[in-house]
């Protein structure tokens, strides 16, 4: 790479951009590495640099062309995102909830938060998550999940789950239905909650 880039790019990440510079140089294959640079002017920035072996008409590797793109902005975002994905981890898990999508073009779901922990699976297709409702609840579920879905309203239900444990659990659920251009339900996003110990004080009183 050029000399001038490479006296700035930061010491820690080097040697290892030097091994994957030079892997690359020896193996006559594209070359690709993201490194922070010290820049005299503007402070620390985050390059990513692409090259593609030059090779002289015998075949054998005589230089690097390449790009050096300054993704600083962009690194920057990937860890305030990191920060709040952590963040959105610890809350959830303190308030006894799950956020969930159910896509219904395939039929997935998708956790984010301890639903392990609360309800025993991490439930990845309807079929598993319907399996989870206990048989006295699971007509009313239904019923109310065919609504959302056929007239494009929220959802929300409270019932019971038979984990796999042999717990009995009682989740509050809701969700909005994500539409498409046509107007039709193509997923259904929302949040899981574990009202097991008020549901039981309810009954108690």
Request: proline share 4%.
């Amino acid at each position: 790479m050029p000399r001038a880039l490479e006296t700035l790019i930061h010491p820690l990440d080097k040697a290892k951009d030097a091994a994957a510079f030079n892997h690359a140089l020896e193996t006559a294959t594209d070359y690709f590495g993201e490194v922070r640079i010290q820049h005299p002017d503007t402070g620390d920035r985050w390059i990513r640099l692409t090259g593609h072996p030059r090779k002289d008409d015998e075949g054998r590797v005589i230089g690097m062309s390449g790009l050096a793109m300054d993704i600083t902005e962009r690194h920057s975002m990937d860890n305030e995102l990191a920060e709040l994905h952590a963040l959105l981890h610890v809350s959830l898990e303190a308030g006894g909830m799950y956020c969930w999508e159910w896509n219904l073009v395939d039929g997935s779901r998708r956790t984010v938060g301890p639903s392990q922990r609360i309800i025993g699976s991490s439930h990845q297709t309807s079929k598993e998550s319907q399996e989870l409702v206990h048989p006295l609840d699971i007509e009313a579920e239904n019923v109310l999940l065919e609504a959302a879905i056929k007239q494009a309203i929220p959802y929300q239900n409270q019932f019971r789950i038979l984990r796999e444990d042999g717990q009995v659990r009682w989740i509050y659920s809701r969700a909005n239905p994500i539409v498409d251009e046509a107007g039709v339900v193509v997923r259904l996003s929302g949040v899981g909650i574990d009202v097991t110990e008020r549901r039981e004080a309810e009954l108690r009183l």
